[in-house]
């Protein structure tokens, strides 16, 4: 059976040191680090003020990976996303100029007030690890993360993102407010500097790439791999989506529980892993009538209910 401790020690080191700056959001952190060992990404989704760019900023500065903060906007185009061929007037030749998506982190700000058009720039990006420009393609650097945020509250002048897109991110999370204490902690912490500014890196983009071929090999016994294909079909069946999830989504699904087993530090994948990951993996895979929201219901009580009703697997005597 694989070796999972390099995974364990490595989020352990990562969740310890962006912990010096976001104080108690160590489950946050955990889901992120879930996305990158699986090679996903991630929509952070939360009002403003609750430390969405600062969670990405401290992970970027927790890696010796290269990073790029891109604020969207609607006049943003895609060229500024993807780049664009520029001509050399020396060579007398048109030479491709890379834009900020050619890293290994990026920050994609409030990424709901770029157009349709824009945000399209990243589809290819996220899905294929590459990007292609006037018919010719180029490879990302490995490993790639996206982590985009946006304000679900303030409506005016965005551009929703599309079911197509919404698909490519991993998990969607909130961010959420922090206790009484944590805020008061937060509060020291901040108060004669910035801690983000002094934080150095713990992990190489080696110990990355490692960690990812590792959770690949962490051990899913049949049943409950049946059983994530059966929590996803469910979704699919319920009376109050209209749209359930995806292939897509049970893959997803399916890595990320390795990816979590293999974080707290166990070769195989319980169905408790399962359970956790659902709410973050699937609730923005799936589509409610206009009706069941105008009733109150929410993606997540529904999701909630599938993963109440579909049998849990018990392992045999």
Do not use: W
């Not at 390099?6 to 990562?14: D, M």
């Not at 780049?83 to 834009?99: D, I, K, P």
């Not at 157009?115 to 399209?120: I, L, V």
């Amino acid at each position: 059976m694989i070796d999972v401790r390099p995974v364990q020690e490595l989020a352990a080191r990562i969740t310890e040191n962006v912990g010096r700056v976001i104080v108690g959001k160590r489950r946050v952190t955990e889901l992120v680090l879930v996305a990158l060992f699986t090679g996903g990404h991630v929509l952070l989704e939360d009002v403003p003020g609750t430390g969405k760019t600062t969670l990405a900023r401290a992970l970027a500065r927790s890696l010796d990976l290269t990073f790029r903060r891109l604020q969207f906007t609607p006049d943003l185009l895609p060229s500024d996303v993807t780049g664009l061929y520029v001509y050399n007037q020396r060579t007398q030749e048109f030479t491709f100029r890379s834009g900020p998506i050619f890293t290994h982190i990026l920050l994609a700000d409030e990424i709901n007030r770029a157009t349709p058009r824009t945000q399209s720039a990243l589809l290819e990006a996220m899905q294929e690890r590459q990007v292609t420009v006037e018919g010719e393609t180029y490879a990302l650097p490995r490993p790639f993360l996206v982590l985009a945020t946006q304000n679900p509250i303030e409506l005016e002048g965005t551009f929703p993102l599309p079911e197509a897109q919404l698909d490519r991110f991993l998990m969607r999370l909130a961010v959420g407010y922090p206790e009484p204490d944590e805020e008061e902690a937060m509060l020291l912490r901040f108060e004669q500097e910035d801690p983000l500014e002094n934080l150095q890196p713990v992990a190489s983009a080696e110990e990355v790439l490692a960690a990812q071929a590792a959770v690949r090999r962490v051990h899913v016994e049949p049943d409950v791999r049946r059983y994530v294909v059966e929590v996803v079909r469910a979704t699919r069946t319920h009376p109050l989506l209209e749209v359930g999830g995806s292939p897509r989504a049970t893959l997803a699904l399916y890595r990320a529980a390795q990816a979590l087993a293999a974080i707290r530090g166990r070769a195989y994948v319980i169905p408790d892993d399962v359970k956790t990951l659902c709410p973050p993996v699937l609730t923005h895979r799936v589509i409610i009538s206009p009706q069941v929201q105008l009733r109150g219901r929410t993606p997540q009580e529904i999701i909630a209910e599938v993963v109440d009703r579909v049998p849990v697997p018990v392992e045999s005597a």
